[in-house]
């Protein structure tokens, strides 16, 4: 280590002992002080080499482990030279520290080239989480990463395992995120299109590599970068994989060749155990699953990553279940599994309703809910625009933060005309492309009662073309929603409320609405600040998929200086 950085890691040392109480309630919680470069660098993760954002070297970032009730420190310094970038704790609900959250805009001013920022929070329960970047469209550039938390030694969870291994399921594609965002963003509307390859733990391979250029450079199948991904088991031992999708886009079905899984933890939620021959995971969705390593271990097996929901474009992505006694790197002798087939809507349906809790950690929903927002999801125009909205209004980000806005008092910085609680559900026909596709833009904001149980229903609809509607996971910070119900067709507010499950639903961060369906959400607000509720598609977020929810800001402590600055918010200047 350089002495300098040795010396700003003992100072940050004694910070953090400046900082801790001296004798803490639970006697074992560590604290882990974690340095992060942010940093492009050129990388190869499907044979294709261009420019990736890095965390210290690494895309997928380092992998973050803790126990639960471990606080975590990441010193983040930002070496992107021209772009700003702030980092979400995916599934971390900041409880106490909703400065921490990492939503550019949201609860921070970015953080900008050259400095640094610290991110300080606790994981308050075990399980699979992630994080990834919250400015722009830079999740998709590589910025993203996984987070276990463990449980307590003596505690003991509702399954058994021998080993525990990590999958982050991805999306690739060869265009900068500058260069997608701003075709996004033109007038003459330039989609993403399907993404080049999928990518399991950061590799992948790009079917076109000998295409890509008369210069070799740019593509090399024989790049170690590019090898696969192995996962390497004992016979006759039981695994546990936690896994994660940062995908972009695209909704996956991961199967893992002649072996079925077990579902038993969604989200951080154990889930009553499923088993099932193939995944479906949504991007910001988490999944423990255990597998027997229990086939003929003379071979290897394919864990293959198939694109469902959308028409793909893209090959099935590959990663080898590398029996022990084989040559890790040795394919299988079949093909990969296809997965089932992409449109068959039913198939993904049918799995999402048998997510639901382990009978032994059930926590009951409230029985009624004092609100119920209806969001209609809708893909729209805006003067020629292309964009998605929800309730007729497309989401933009303010240029000051809103946690800062409502904590220091600054008014007129984002729209005070209250956002709609519903639409016009009785005469709007999900089923066709709308008369009149024009939507508005606005950055109000829903206040929500602190305390209070909110019911909030997804409904999906037709988008701009014919006989088309989309998947949208969508994904809440700061609290954790049951998953009351989902439904095909339109969500009747008379009726369908009867039928919600609030005997054993699941909580989870992030849930998807199915094309032409609802999905209906219940929590409560009891976290005070200001958290993002958003579509976690990429593209979809940023061309306006979100909506804002403040909850107890008055409780939330003094603001850190650090996220302040940018907008019409100010540091606090002192004078000596
Ligand atoms: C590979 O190249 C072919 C021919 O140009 C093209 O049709 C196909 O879409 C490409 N596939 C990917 C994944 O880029
Ligand atoms: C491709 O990568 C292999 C392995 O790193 C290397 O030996 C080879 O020279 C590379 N080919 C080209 C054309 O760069
Ligand atoms: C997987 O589950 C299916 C359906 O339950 C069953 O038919 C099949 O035999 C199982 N496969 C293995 C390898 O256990
Ligand atoms: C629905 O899911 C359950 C549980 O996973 C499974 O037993 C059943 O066969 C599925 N039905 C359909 C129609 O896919
Ligand atoms: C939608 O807005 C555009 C201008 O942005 C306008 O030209 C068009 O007439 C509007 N469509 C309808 C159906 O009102
Ligand atoms: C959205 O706004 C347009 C233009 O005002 C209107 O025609 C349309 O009915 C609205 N749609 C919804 C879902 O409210
Ligand atoms: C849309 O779906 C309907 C009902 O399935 C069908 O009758 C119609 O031909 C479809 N239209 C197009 C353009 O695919
Ligand atoms: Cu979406």
């Given at each position: 280590?350089?002495?300098?950085?040795?010396?700003?890691?003992?100072?940050?040392?004694?910070?953090?002992?400046?900082?801790?109480?001296?004798?803490?309630?639970?006697?074992?919680?560590?604290?882990?002080?974690?340095?992060?470069?942010?940093?492009?660098?050129?990388?190869?993760?499907?044979?294709?080499?261009?420019?990736?954002?890095?965390?210290?070297?690494?895309?997928?970032?380092?992998?973050?482990?803790?126990?639960?009730?471990?606080?975590?420190?990441?010193?983040?310094?930002?070496?992107?030279?021209?772009?700003?970038?702030?980092?979400?704790?995916?599934?971390?609900?900041?409880?106490?520290?909703?400065?921490?959250?990492?939503?550019?805009?949201?609860?921070?001013?970015?953080?900008?080239?050259?400095?640094?920022?610290?991110?300080?929070?606790?994981?308050?329960?075990?399980?699979?989480?992630?994080?990834?970047?919250?400015?722009?469209?830079?999740?998709?550039?590589?910025?993203?990463?996984?987070?276990?938390?463990?449980?307590?030694?003596?505690?003991?969870?509702?399954?058994?395992?021998?080993?525990?291994?990590?999958?982050?399921?991805?999306?690739?594609?060869?265009?900068?995120?500058?260069?997608?965002?701003?075709?996004?963003?033109?007038?003459?509307?330039?989609?993403?299109?399907?993404?080049?390859?999928?990518?399991?733990?950061?590799?992948?391979?790009?079917?076109?590599?000998?295409?890509?250029?008369?210069?070799?450079?740019?593509?090399?199948?024989?790049?170690?970068?590019?090898?696969?991904?192995?996962?390497?088991?004992?016979?006759?031992?039981?695994?546990?994989?936690?896994?994660?999708?940062?995908?972009?886009?695209?909704?996956?079905?991961?199967?893992?060749?002649?072996?079925?899984?077990?579902?038993?933890?969604?989200d951080g939620s154990y889930v009553n155990p499923v088993a099932v021959k193939n995944l479906n995971i949504y991007s910001g969705e988490s999944y423990s699953v255990l597998i027997k390593a229990d086939q003929d271990p003379s071979r290897n097996y394919w864990v293959a990553l198939n694109v469902v929901s959308r028409k793909p474009g893209t090959p099935t992505g590959t990663a080898i279940l590398n029996y022990f006694s084989n040559h890790p790197s040795k394919s299988p002798p079949t093909r990969p599994p296809i997965g089932p087939s992409w449109n068959d809507v039913l198939y993904r349906f049918n799995q999402s309703l048998a997510i639901r809790s382990h009978p032994n950690y059930i926590e009951p929903p409230p029985r009624t809910s004092d609100r119920v927002i209806i969001?209609?999801?809708?893909?729209?125009?805006?003067?020629?625009?292309?964009?998605?909205?929800?309730?007729?209004?497309?989401?933009?980000?303010?240029?000051?933060?809103?946690?800062?806005?409502?904590?220091?008092?600054?008014?007129?910085?984002?729209?005070?005309?209250?956002?709609?609680?519903?639409?016009?559900?009785?005469?709007?026909?999900?089923?066709?492309?709308?008369?009149?596709?024009?939507?508005?833009?606005?950055?109000?904001?829903?206040?929500?009662?602190?305390?209070?149980?909110?019911?909030?229903?997804?409904?999906?609809?037709?988008?701009?073309?014919?006989?088309?509607?989309?998947?949208?996971?969508?994904?809440?910070?700061?609290?954790?929603?049951?998953?009351?119900?989902?439904?095909?067709?339109?969500?009747?507010?008379?009726?369908?409320?009867?039928?919600?499950?609030?005997?054993?639903?699941?909580?989870?961060?992030?849930?998807?609405?199915?094309?032409?369906?609802?999905?209906?959400?219940?929590?409560?607000?009891?976290?005070?600040?200001?958290?993002?509720?958003?579509?976690?598609?990429?593209?979809?977020?940023?061309?306006?998929?979100?909506?804002?929810?403040?909850?107890?800001?008055?409780?939330?402590?003094?603001?850190?200086?650090?996220?302040?600055?940018?907008?019409?918010?100010?540091?606090?200047?002192?004078?000596?």
């Amino acid at each position: 280590m350089k002495s300098s950085s040795f010396f700003f890691f003992l100072f940050f040392f004694l910070l953090l002992l400046s900082l801790s109480p001296p004798s803490s309630s639970i006697a074992e919680a560590k604290t882990h002080l974690l340095k992060w470069e942010i940093k492009y660098a050129f990388k190869s993760p499907d044979c294709f080499t261009k420019l990736v954002i890095t965390i210290n070297g690494l895309s997928p970032g380092p992998t973050i482990t803790a126990t639960q009730g471990d606080t975590i420190v990441v010193v983040v310094t930002n070496l992107l030279e021209t772009e700003n970038t702030a980092i979400h704790w995916h599934g971390i609900r900041q409880i106490g520290t909703p400065w921490s959250d990492g939503t550019g805009g949201v609860t921070q001013c970015p953080i900008q080239p050259g400095d640094t920022f610290v991110y300080k929070f606790v994981v308050d329960r075990p399980g699979t989480y992630m994080y990834h970047a919250h400015y722009g469209m830079q999740r998709s550039a590589g910025l993203h990463g996984m987070i276990r938390v463990m449980v307590p030694q003596e505690t003991k969870e509702p399954f058994d395992y021998d080993y525990d291994r990590s999958i982050v399921v991805n999306d690739w594609w060869h265009k900068s995120a500058q260069e997608q965002a701003a075709g996004l963003a033109a007038l003459n509307f330039g989609w993403v299109g399907e993404p080049q390859s999928l990518l399991i733990n950061g590799r992948g391979k790009f079917i076109n590599c000998s295409l890509a250029g008369a210069n070799s450079n740019v593509c090399n199948i024989s790049n170690p970068e590019c090898s696969p991904a192995v996962i390497t088991m004992i016979p006759g031992k039981i695994y546990r994989l936690r896994i994660i999708s940062v995908s972009s886009l695209s909704a996956f079905n991961l199967e893992l060749e002649g072996h079925n899984m077990t579902i038993v933890e969604a989200d951080g939620s154990y889930v009553n155990p499923v088993a099932v021959k193939n995944l479906n995971i949504y991007s910001g969705e988490s999944y423990s699953v255990l597998i027997k390593a229990d086939q003929d271990p003379s071979r290897n097996y394919w864990v293959a990553l198939n694109v469902v929901s959308r028409k793909p474009g893209t090959p099935t992505g590959t990663a080898i279940l590398n029996y022990f006694s084989n040559h890790p790197s040795k394919s299988p002798p079949t093909r990969p599994p296809i997965g089932p087939s992409w449109n068959d809507v039913l198939y993904r349906f049918n799995q999402s309703l048998a997510i639901r809790s382990h009978p032994n950690y059930i926590e009951p929903p409230p029985r009624t809910s004092d609100r119920v927002i209806i969001f209609l999801n809708t893909q729209n125009k805006i003067n020629g625009y292309v964009k998605w909205a929800v309730n007729n209004v497309s989401f933009t980000l303010p240029d000051t933060p809103y946690l800062i806005a409502l904590k220091e008092k600054l008014t007129h910085v984002f729209s005070q005309k209250p956002a709609p609680e519903t639409y016009d559900y009785k005469s709007y026909d999900i089923g066709i492309v709308q008369p009149n596709p024009n939507a508005t833009t606005s950055n109000s904001l829903y206040k929500l009662d602190y305390g209070s149980t909110v019911d909030i229903i997804l409904q999906n609809a037709n988008t701009l073309n014919v006989n088309n509607s989309e998947t949208h996971p969508w994904h809440l910070h700061g609290h954790d929603f049951w998953v009351v119900g989902y439904g095909l067709g339109k969500f009747d507010p008379e009726s369908d409320p009867k039928r919600y499950n609030l005997v054993d639903p699941i909580k989870k961060n992030t849930v998807p609405l199915h094309p032409y369906g609802w999905t209906a959400l219940r929590f409560r607000a009891d976290n005070p600040g200001v958290w993002a509720f958003h579509c976690h598609v990429e593209a979809h977020f940023f061309m306006g998929m979100g909506v804002v929810f403040e909850t107890g800001v008055e409780k939330v402590g003094r603001l850190p200086e650090s996220i302040l600055g940018c907008g019409k918010s100010k540091k606090h200047t002192s004078y000596p």
